[in-house]
């Protein structure tokens, strides 16, 4: 297996409640729609994907490069999924310092009530824990154990490891149907980047090695490869025009505000939403449908509802309230039977598809940024520091006519 390295640099804080219930609602309802869609399966595929995982964390409106998307989104995910677990077939244990040690007892208590063995599940959470706190030695102490799981049995982990000399963060995902062997090369993907010398003990070529000093399972270690690309979290705070794939930003823009691409039937259900919200489903109908590799740049999600600190723009809570009302909306059609509504969500992701074939930005980032801000009084913008104002006469004037791409 190759692995993904990337900086996530470490980002302390809290989440404002006004944000933290906005994430929980999304969330589940982004969720529920994936299960709906492609099964609770697809679910736990997902959440082993670093990139979207990281894209989540920015639809939902965090900072966009911060280790703090991982504490805050498993939590959001936490409180949210497991009151519908019996529904989504999907329960989430562990979390943060203490809460990561609960995570044997919360297993046992799901185990014993939908028929799973509960001693395998306690002793894979262990295990993953094991390896990527002491198989690897890389100067990150593990804080944070999720262990995600269906009612099937199978199950992602997500552990995040920090390393103070650095101030940066590793995370690192683990999807079950893909771990031949806990000793050799388990990961879906470790998401951290290289700080100089690393003690891996589950990389293949340290196998006469382990033998002698790591004895964790009987198993015959089975090499695993995957795919894998490398994604670089930079420490500036701000989304820059680099940190984004401008052809693919452009497209989603110019689906939600000139309503190129999308056919008749698609506008007519979506009758009633404003452009700005239709930018924000954009970005979240791709979360639902999109292929992996249209997460390779997760900081163009953060214009689906901005971030708490005000990068790349306060985070516009009309929109965001009006994207989790039509999301739910369209689940609970879904649930009755009724697909057209669907079937409009998920053809915004197809229209930027193949918008984005053709489309040619011009590179006007700064400003479309500046209009964000510009205009974040009107859909009730917030960020930690407070609500977004009204903007002067002058600079309201000097970008009403921009073009957004």
Same mark, same amino acid.
């Given at each position: 297996m190759q692995r993904l390295y990337a900086d996530l640099p470490l980002h302390y804080g809290q989440v404002p409640a006004w944000l933290y219930e906005r994430m929980n609602? @999304? %969330?589940?309802?982004?969720?529920?729609?994936?299960?709906?869609?492609?099964?609770?399966?697809?679910?736990l595929a997902r959440l082993s994907n670093p990139?979207?995982?990281?894209? @989540? %964390?920015?639809?939902?409106g965090m900072d966009w490069h911060s280790s703090g998307i991982t504490t805050s989104v498993l939590g959001a995910l936490k409180r949210s999924v497991n009151k519908r677990s019996k529904e989504l077939g999907i329960y989430i244990c562990g979390g943060k310092g203490k809460y990561s040690k609960e995570t044997p007892s919360e297993l046992i208590k799901i185990g014993n009530d939908i028929g799973l063995n509960t001693s395998s599940l306690v002793r894979n959470s262990k295990l993953t824990a094991k390896v990527d706190n002491t198989a690897i030695q890389d100067g990150y102490q593990i804080y944070i154990h999720s262990f995600i799981l269906t009612d099937t049995g199978e199950w992602a982990v997500i552990q995040q490891g920090l390393c103070d000399k650095h101030s940066m963060a590793r995370r690192y995902h683990w999807y079950s149907p893909t771990i031949k062997s806990f000793v050799?090369?388990?990961?879906?993907?470790?998401?951290?980047?290289?700080e100089g010398d690393i003690l891996n003990l589950t990389d293949h070529k340290a196998d006469s090695t382990r033998a002698g000093i790591l004895e964790i399972t009987k198993e015959d270690p089975?090499?695993?490869l995957a795919e894998t690309r490398k994604l670089i979290m930079p420490r500036h705070h701000d989304v820059r025009a680099e940190d984004i794939n401008l052809k693919r930003l452009g497209s989603i823009l110019a689906v939600a505000h000139e309503k190129e691409g999308l056919d008749i039937e698609s506008l007519l259900?979506?009758?009633?939403?404003?452009p700005r919200t239709?930018?924000?489903?954009?970005?979240v109908s791709e979360m639902i449908y999109g292929t992996p590799t249209r997460f390779s740049d997760p900081a163009r999600y953060s214009f689906a509802h901005g971030g708490k600190d005000g990068h790349?723009?306060?985070v516009p809570t009309k929109v965001y309230d009006e994207t989790i009302q039509t999301l739910e909306h369209v689940v609970s059609r879904a649930k009755l039977g009724n697909y057209d509504k669907r079937t409009a969500l998920k053809n915004l992701t197809k229209a930027a598809q193949l918008l984005e074939k053709s489309f040619e930005p011009n590179n006007n980032y700064d400003e479309l940024v500046a209009k964000e801000r510009n205009e974040s009084w009107k859909y009730g913008g917030r960020t930690v520091m407070g609500r977004a104002k009204r903007p002067s006469q002058k600079q309201n004037s000097a970008l009403s006519q921009l073009s957004l791409f």
């Open positions: 609602k @999304l %969330g589940v309802a982004i969720i529920e729609s994936i299960v709906i869609e492609y099964g609770k399966e697809a679910v990139f979207w995982f990281q894209s @989540l %964390g920015c639809v939902l050799e090369e388990p990961h879906s993907f470790i998401y951290g980047k290289n089975d090499k695993m259900l979506l009758e009633g939403v404003g239709l930018q924000s489903l954009a970005l790349p723009f306060p």
